[in-house]
C-alpha cells in the first residue's frame, strides 16, 4: 500500500514540478531502541501496526454495543477486505472509489482564496494569534449568523449573540472532538442517529465517553422522530441509573444527542418547511438536560438553495442548549484546508477555547481567515456564493441522476435534456451503443433505497438485499461484508456498508456510496458493479 501511494506521489510531483524525487523511508529495529522507547512499545502493543484498524479505548473497557457491532465491519472496510484483492484486476485510485467522502471536484470559494493571500501579505505574521480567533473575524461570522437567521438582540432565556459566541477550529470534526472533552464524562453517552457519519460514531468512544443509537425509521421517512428521540433518552438514561447508581462520584447520563443537518449519509435537509421536528428536538433536548450537537457542514449543499437546512439555534428558546458546527470542507472545494467555526453559549466557548490553548495555543491564522471570508454578512459575499454554489449543486444533481440512470435504468430519468446528457456521457465512457444499452439498463436486483433520495449532498444509499443468497467466485452473498468483499474481488470496488453507519434495518444489504465522483469515474464503477452483479447466480 505504501509503495503505491509512494508512486502515486512521485507522479504528481514530476508532473507539477518537472522534477524526479526521492522518497528516503527509515527503519524501526528494536535493537536500536532505547529504553524509554521499548518500555513505550512493549505498553502500546499496537503501535506498530500500519493497518488503520479501530483503535481501542484508553480506559482499556469495552466498546458500547453499536461500536462492537461496528468495529468487525470498520476492520474489515480497511484492513480485512484486501485479502480479496488480486494483482490481476485494475486498482481504482483513492479518489475515484465509491467509498470516498471527498466532495465534487471544484475550484475554492474564489473569496476565501483571496483573503488567504492578503493574510499572506500581512506585515504581523510573526505574532502569536488569539486562541480564539481575532475579533474582526469573529464579527465576521456573527454579521453572516444574524443574516441566516440567529437574533442579535437579548430577550427573555437568550443573552443575544456576540463574538463570545464563536470559536475557529481545524476542522468540524476537530471541533466535536474538542466538544466532547468539554462535555462528556467517562461513561457519559453521545446519541447519534442511526445511520450516522460514522467517524462521529467511533470518536466518543476514544474519549472515553460511549455511543448510543436512535434508529430512524422509515415510517417517520427516516427523519428524527421527537417522541423516539423522549423514549430513547430515558431508556439509556434509565439503563446508566442502574449500572452505575453509587458506584461513581457522577451519575453518567445522555449528555448531548448529535443533530447532522443535512443529514449524513441521507441527505435529508430541517428546513423552514418541516421546522416542526427541529423544534421538536429542541424541546425535548430542553427537557431532559441534553446538548444538541447541530451539525451543519452540508447546510449550503442543499439542493433547493432557497430553503437551507435551518440551524436549531436561530430558535432563541435553544441557543443555550444548541452548539452549532459550521466549516468549508463540502460546499466550498477547500477541504485541504480544515477549517471551521462553532456558535455555542459563552461557557462552552471559553471551555473549547481553554481545550484549545492547552493543546496547540492557537488555531492558524490562515484557517480562521480563510473562514472568516467563506461566512460573512457582506452583500459581496452572499452574491459571489450565489454565483459559486448553484452551478455546482446543478451538477450534483446531475450526478445522482447519472447514478441513478445505471442503477435502476434510465428510463427512471423523466426530463429529456438530462436523459440526453446522461446517454452522451455514457457513451462517451463506452464507445459502444451496444455497451451503452447494457449499463443504462440498470443492475438488475440493485436499487436506491426507497424513501432515501437525498436533498442535499453526495452520497446515496443503495440496496441489494434483492440478491441476498446468490454466488459466485465461492462467495456467498448473504451480508454487505460479503458483498463488499465479492465486488473487491471482482473490480478493487470499496464502499460503506451498512454496518459501518449503523444502518437500522439489520436484514438489509445496504451501501453508502458517493455520486461526487468525476463522471468517468462514476461509471466506472457502476459498469464494473453491473458485470459483477451479473455473473451472480
Known amino acids: 500500500m505504501r509503495n503505491n501511494i509512494e508512486y502515486k506521489l512521485k507522479k504528481v510531483v514530476k508532473k507539477t514540478l518537472g522534477i524526479n524525487i526521492t522518497i528516503n523511508h527509515s527503519n524501526s529495529d528494536e535493537i536500536n531502541y532505547s529504553g524509554a522507547l521499548s518500555l513505550f512499545v512493549n505498553e502500546n502493543k499496537d503501535i506498530k501496526n500500519e493497518k488503520n484498524l479501530l483503535p481501542?479505548?484508553?480506559?482499556?473497557?469495552?466498546?458500547?454495543?453499536?461500536?462492537?457491532?461496528?468495529?468487525?465491519?470498520?476492520?474489515?472496510?480497511?484492513?480485512?477486505?484486501?485479502?480479496?484483492?488480486?494483482?490481476?484486476?485494475?486498482?481504482i485510485l483513492e479518489y475515484d472509489g465509491l467509498h470516498s467522502g471527498t466532495p465534487m471536484r471544484t475550484k475554492p470559494f474564489p473569496p476565501c482564496i483571496k483573503r488567504i493571500k492578503s493574510t499572506l501579505n500581512l506585515n504581523n505574521l510573526y505574532w502569536y494569534p488569539s486562541c480564539?480567533?481575532?475579533?474582526?473575524?469573529?464579527?465576521?461570522?456573527?454579521?453572516?449568523?444574524?443574516?441566516?437567521?440567529?437574533?442579535?438582540?437579548?430577550?427573555?432565556?437568550?443573552?443575544?449573540?456576540?463574538?463570545?459566541?464563536?470559536?475557529?477550529?481545524?476542522?468540524?470534526?476537530?471541533?466535536?472532538?474538542?466538544?466532547?472533552?468539554?462535555?462528556?464524562?467517562?461513561?457519559?453517552?453521545?446519541?447519534?442517529?442511526?445511520?450516522?457519519?460514522?467517524?462521529?460514531?467511533?470518536?466518543?468512544?476514544?474519549?472515553?465517553?460511549?455511543?448510543?443509537?436512535?434508529?430512524?425509521?422509515?415510517?417517520?421517512?427516516?427523519?428524527?422522530?421527537?417522541?423516539?428521540?423522549r423514549k430513547r433518552i430515558d431508556e439509556i438514561n434509565k439503563d446508566l441509573v442502574k449500572k452505575y447508581k453509587g458506584k461513581l462520584d457522577y451519575q453518567?447520563?445522555?449528555?448531548?444527542?448529535l443533530n447532522i443537518n443535512p443529514h449524513n449519509p441521507l441527505g435529508k435537509v430541517m428546513n423552514k418547511k418541516n421546522r416542526s421536528i427541529l423544534e421538536g428536538i429542541g424541546e425535548v433536548c430542553l427537557e431532559k438536560n441534553v446538548f444538541v450537537i447541530d451539525d451543519l457542514i452540508?447546510?449550503?449543499?442543499?439542493?433547493?438553495?432557497?430553503?437551507?437546512?435551518?440551524?436549531?439555534?436561530?430558535?432563541?428558546?435553544?441557543?443555550?442548549?444548541?452548539?452549532?458546527?459550521?466549516?468549508?470542507?463540502?460546499?466550498?472545494?477547500?477541504?485541504?484546508?480544515?477549517?471551521?467555526?462553532?456558535?455555542?453559549?459563552?461557557?462552552?466557548?471559553?471551555?473549547?477555547?481553554?481545550e484549545i490553548a492547552h493543546t496547540m495555543d492557537s488555531i492558524p491564522v490562515l484557517q480562521v481567515e480563510a473562514v472568516a471570508a467563506g461566512f460573512n454578512g457582506k452583500d459581496s459575499r452572499y452574491k459571489a456564493l450565489n454565483n459559486y454554489i448553484k452551478p455546482i449543486i446543478k451538477e450534483y444533481q446531475y450526478r445522482y441522476n447519472l447514478l441513478k440512470a445505471l442503477v435502476e435504468g434510465i428510463d427512471k430519468i423523466k426530463d429529456e435534456e438530462t436523459k440526453s446528457k446522461i446517454y452522451d456521457d455514457v457513451y462517451d465512457f463506452t464507445n459502444s451503443k451496444e455497451k451503452t444499452a447494457v449499463l443504462l439498463k440498470g443492475i438488475n436486483g440493485v436499487m436506491i433505497r426507497k424513501n432515501t433520495e437525498p436533498d442535499s449532498g453526495f452520497f446515496a444509499i443503495l440496496d441489494?438485499?434483492?440478491?441476498?443468497?446468490?454466488?459466485?467466485?465461492?462467495?456467498?452473498?448473504?451480508?454487505?461484508?460479503?458483498?463488499?468483499?465479492?465486488?473487491?474481488?471482482?473490480?478493487?470496488?470499496?464502499?460503506?456498508?451498512?454496518?459501518?453507519?449503523?444502518?437500522?434495518?439489520?436484514?438489509?444489504?445496504?451501501?453508502?456510496?458517493?455520486?461526487?465522483?468525476?463522471?468517468?469515474?462514476?461509471?466506472?464503477?457502476?459498469?464494473?458493479?453491473?458485470?459483477?452483479?451479473?455473473?451472480?447466480k
Open 252 to 257: 453518567p447520563r445522555v449528555v448531548a444527542f
Open 132 to 229: 480564539v480567533g481575532n475579533i474582526n473575524a469573529r464579527q465576521d461570522i456573527v454579521n453572516y449568523l444574524v443574516r441566516e437567521g440567529f437574533k442579535l438582540e437579548k430577550q427573555t432565556g437568550y443573552d443575544g449573540l456576540g463574538i463570545e459566541n464563536i470559536v475557529f477550529t481545524c476542522s468540524t470534526t476537530h471541533a466535536y472532538s474538542l466538544i466532547l472533552k468539554t462535555i462528556a464524562h467517562n461513561e457519559d453517552v453521545i446519541l447519534l442517529t442511526g445511520p450516522n457519519y460514522g467517524i462521529f460514531a467511533i470518536i466518543p468512544e476514544l474519549t472515553s465517553a460511549h455511543v448510543e443509537i436512535l434508529n430512524l425509521e422509515e415510517e417517520d421517512g427516516f427523519y428524527v422522530n421527537p417522541s423516539k428521540l
Open 298 to 354: 452540508y447546510r449550503d449543499l442543499t439542493f433547493d438553495t432557497a430553503n437551507l437546512a435551518l440551524p436549531l439555534a436561530t430558535m432563541p428558546r435553544y441557543f443555550n442548549n444548541t452548539i452549532s458546527l459550521f466549516g468549508l470542507s463540502k460546499a466550498y472545494g477547500l477541504a485541504s484546508i480544515r477549517a471551521a467555526f462553532v456558535v455555542a453559549p459563552y461557557p462552552i466557548v471559553r471551555a473549547l477555547a481553554n
Open 464 to 536: 441489494f438485499t434483492s440478491i441476498k443468497g446468490k454466488q459466485n467466485d465461492n462467495i456467498v452473498i448473504n451480508s454487505d461484508r460479503d458483498l463488499l468483499a465479492y465486488l473487491y474481488k471482482k473490480g478493487k470496488i470499496r464502499f460503506i456498508m451498512g454496518s459501518n453507519m449503523c444502518w437500522p434495518i439489520k436484514d438489509e444489504i445496504i451501501a453508502r456510496v458517493t455520486f461526487s465522483l468525476d463522471k468517468k469515474a462514476l461509471i466506472n464503477n457502476m459498469a464494473i458493479i453491473n458485470k459483477s452483479i451479473g455473473e451472480l
Open 56 to 91: 481501542k479505548r484508553k480506559d482499556g473497557k469495552s466498546f458500547s454495543r453499536p461500536l462492537k457491532e461496528m468495529e468487525p465491519n470498520f476492520n474489515f472496510f480497511n484492513v480485512g477486505v484486501y485479502e480479496y484483492g488480486s494483482d490481476s484486476v485494475k486498482e
